[in-house]
């Protein structure tokens, strides 16, 4: 089955930007919708954004007007581009597929990342 891999993350002084990416591995998203989650240390996860196969695009709370997701399905890969990064921004970002309920940004996933670690820090 598919596997996803984030790549990306690193340190980032305040104010400085990332492109996050989420590979797929062992099968192809091309009819996968992909959502994209962070947790900080300490904190419950954030709902950042979900975009479907048919390239339609959703953003939740968490980086909402700092980050854009995309897709290029020849990569394979799906992409979260976050601007204007903060230290609050600190967080391990997860992408996930295969949801299970009605909202994505709350509802269950089958498969997940390992995570890449953001530090926004000065």
């Known amino acids: 089955q598919v596997q996803l891999v984030e790549s990306g993350g690193g340190l980032v002084q305040p104010g400085g930007s990332l492109r996050l990416s989420c590979a797929a591995s062992?099968?192809?998203?091309?009819?996968?919708?992909i959502a994209w989650f962070r947790q900080g240390p300490g904190k419950e996860r954030e709902a950042i954004s979900y975009?479907?196969?048919?390239?339609?695009?959703y953003y939740g709370e968490a980086l909402k007007g700092r980050a854009i997701t995309s897709r290029d399905n020849a990569k394979n890969t799906v992409y979260l581009q976050i601007h204007s990064l903060k230290p609050e921004d600190t967080a391990v970002y997860y992408c996930a597929a295969e949801s299970y309920g009605s909202s994505w940004w709350e509802a269950k996933y089958s498969r997940w990342g390992q995570g890449t670690q953001v530090t926004v820090s000065s």
């Open positions: 975009i479907t196969a048919r390239f339609l695009t």
């Open positions: 062992g099968g192809s998203l091309e009819y996968v919708d």
